[in-house]
């Protein structure tokens, strides 16, 4: 998905700036400007306006993980904070697959699993454009449910090699079993997306929260919905939303 990324930087008029962390974001009242301070402390300007992707901004359980709190003070946006704080996610264990030859007889690069209770999803990520020709590589994503049943047992501490190998397993022996003559692939792995999923849409009308007096909009998928055309949508209206103020 870093492909949108790299195009929209190439846009011209932008300018990209990486390896920059966001410590805090100030509101100065008399100018009517945001100050950005970056993690070490450096001022890294001020601006007219913000668009900012992260459900966490304001979340106070930051602190607890970083050990600093949260980049935009609650008390600056009470009525982001109330839709923001507690945001329900689904977890899932997601499986990254090569194979030496492609997957001829799989009739479809992208496809749901609707009565598996161990997958969702599959796709071909050699589809994408850019991708090597050579081989073909698939990602494959468990349901909640049965991330949920793995996270029950193991707990929330990262995930062992043991866990890792198991769920390897399980989700590539689900997704052999569709009869497709799927090979053992020469390469695997497995990891937790933790909080893959928003488990609520927190606008799905107006797809963006906004603040039209201190210029803020915050957007991404747990707008609208849990998915990249959700987020899609809600940093379209976000960006409408600046760009008409």
Same mark, same amino acid.
């Given at each position: ?20 962390? @966001? ?26 306006? @913000? ?6 901004? &304001? ?13 935009? %003070?609650?008390? +600056?946006?009470?009525?982001?904070? +109330?839709?923001?704080?507690?945001? $329900?996610?689904?977890?899932? /264990? ?7 030859? $492609? ?19 599959? /796709? ?18 468990? =349901? ?5 049943? @793995? ?7 990262? $995930?062992?090699?043991?866990?890792? =190998? ?13 009869? /497709? ?24 009308? %107006?797809?963006?929260?906004? %603040? ?5 909009? @915050?957007?991404? %998928?747990?707008? &609208? ?19 008409? /103020?």
């Amino acid at each position: 998905m870093n492909s949108v990324c790299r195009a929209l930087c190439l846009e011209p008029g932008v300018e990209s700036k990486f390896g920059v962390g @966001i410590g805090r974001l100030e509101w100065l009242e008399d100018d009517k400007l945001w100050s950005l301070i970056g993690l070490d402390g450096q001022n890294l300007g001020q601006f007219e306006g @913000i668009v900012a992707s992260d459900k966490n901004i &304001v979340n106070p359980r930051v602190l607890a993980v970083t050990g600093r709190p949260p980049p935009l %003070d609650l008390n +600056l946006v009470p009525e982001f904070a +109330l839709k923001l704080q507690e945001i $329900p996610v689904k977890p899932c /264990f997601v499986l990254m697959l090569a194979f030496r030859q $492609p997957l001829s007889l799989v009739p479809a690069k992208g496809f749901a699993f609707k009565n598996s209770k161990v997958l969702s999803w599959a /796709f071909c990520d050699s589809s994408k454009p850019g991708r090597s020709a050579t081989g073909e590589s698939w990602v494959l994503h468990s =349901t909640s449910e049965y991330a949920e049943d @793995i996270i029950a047992q193991t707990g929330l501490q990262k $995930p062992s090699n043991a866990t890792l =190998t198991k769920v390897a397993e399980d989700l590539l022996q689900e997704f052999q079993s569709t009869g /497709f003559n799927i090979p053992q692939p020469f390469f695997m792995k497995a990891h937790r997306w933790g909080s893959a999923f928003p488990a609520a849409s927190i606008a799905k009308e %107006d797809k963006c929260l906004w %603040d039209k007096n201190k210029r803020l909009a @915050i957007c991404g %998928d747990f707008c &609208v919905s849990p998915n990249v055309e959700g987020a899609v949508l809600s940093g379209m209206a976000a960006a409408s939303k600046l760009t008409q /103020f």
